[in-house]
């Protein structure tokens, strides 16, 4: 079941349980000595950077696996740190990524040994909004393809926030890859607590013996698997590299909205539960999936309102700090998630990357 530390920060107390939690993590993931201390190092210092430049934020810290392949074992986990503040943001950010710019009387690492440590590290920062910093560490150090690494073209990434503290998250994301496909899902266990996570957990695992079916076909086996659990509603978007084509279906309330240039297209799903009311038939939507687009992906967690900005919207070069920045801007420190709040976006890989 998805395991997510949500570690409020608002006092220096805090700071230890965020390290704390890091470790936690590392020994979840199998990472040696050496990984497990660089995760610590990073939690701490992202934590330490939110009580002095922001006033208190909050630290994500979950396991994430890379998409996984129809045939074969998947990669390894690895642990994902996201620091979240509404605080004043960074006017110059590659002068905070420089040693010892933000950790006056810290540890004095700063961001810029964070991003060394970290096999991923992004951050995004604007004045007055706030700041996402996300760290993923990997055992060993820049081993295996993290989860927003490129997988044939596509990359993807998430953020979990279970409700109320809980350990467990109902909510859960994954991808998987069958030649050259590639498919996105997002699953909202019903209600929360441990068993909305069986029944999101039972998704993910029946997702990997799905990922050659286009997506309603999915979700038809997925009906199947979630029999004996609460139900879920579940979204499915599958991406045809060759073809350039995004197909979507879903399932209960899981918002879907795709970018496309500089405007946002709302895909839609069927009313329901899966596992639990059977559907005849089920609608697909299809887009043309180019270079300039971007899909998000997020449970009922985020406001019942909530759009993306106009324009671009968030965007950042790493798809869980997109993630990231979407629940940073979909709510406040006066307006909280309300339920367990899950979060994938789905990118091209840019054309100068390989």
């Known amino acids: 079941m998805p395991r997510v530390w949500d570690v ?5 107390t805090r700071v230890r349980d965020a390290r704390v939690a890091a470790e936690r993590a590392a020994a979840l993931a199998g990472l040696d000595e050496r990984r497990t201390a660089s995760a610590a190092l990073v939690a701490t210092e992202l934590a330490t950077n939110l009580l002095k430049h922001a006033g208190g934020g909050q630290v994500l810290i979950e396991n994430v696996a890379p998409p996984v392949p129809a045939e074969g074992p998947g990669g390894a986990p690895v642990v994902q740190i996201a620091a979240i503040d509404h605080g004043p943001g960074i006017a110059d950010v590659p002068a905070a990524l420089r040693d010892g710019f933000s950790t006056t009387r810290s540890l004095g690492a700063g961001l810029g040994t964070c991003r060394r440590l970290a096999d991923d590290f992004g951050l995004h920062s604007l004045p007055g909004r706030g700041t996402v910093a996300l760290a ?7 081993g295996g393809a993290g989860p927003a690494r490129p997988a044939g073209g596509v990359r993807a990434g998430g953020v979990n926030i279970p409700y109320g503290g809980a350990e467990y998250s109902g909510d859960a994301w994954a991808w998987v890859r069958s030649g050259d496909r590639l498919t996105l899902m997002l699953a909202d266990g019903l209600g929360h607590g ?3 996570a069986r029944a999101s957990t039972a998704a993910v695992e ?3 013996g799905s990922a050659h079916l286009p997506p309603a076909e999915a979700l038809r086996r997925l009906d199947t ?3 004996g659990t609460r139900g879920a509603a579940v979204a499915v978007a599958q991406v045809d590299v060759r073809a350039g084509r995004l197909r979507f279906a879903g399932v209960g309330n899981v918002g879907a909205r795709l970018r496309e240039g500089d405007r946002w297209r709302a895909l839609v799903s069927r009313p329901g539960i899966v596992g639990v009311h059977r559907h005849a038939s089920l609608r697909e939507e299809e887009a043309v999936w180019a270079d300039d687009r971007l899909l998000i992906l997020h449970s009922d967690g985020l406001p019942s309102r909530w759009t993306p900005p106009s324009g671009a919207g968030p965007v950042a070069d790493d798809p869980a700090v997109t993630a990231a920045v979407t629940i940073r801007d979909a709510s406040s420190p006066a307006r909280p998630v309300r339920d367990d709040t899950a979060v994938a976006v789905l990118t091209p890989t840019p054309p100068d990357r390989p």
Request: proline share 19%.
């Open 8 to 12: 409020p920060v608002h006092d220096s």
């Open 206 to 208: 029946a997702l990997r």
């Open 194 to 196: 441990p068993e909305a």
């Open 225 to 227: 698997a979630l029999g």
């Open 136 to 142: 993923r560490i990997g055992n060993p150090p820049g």
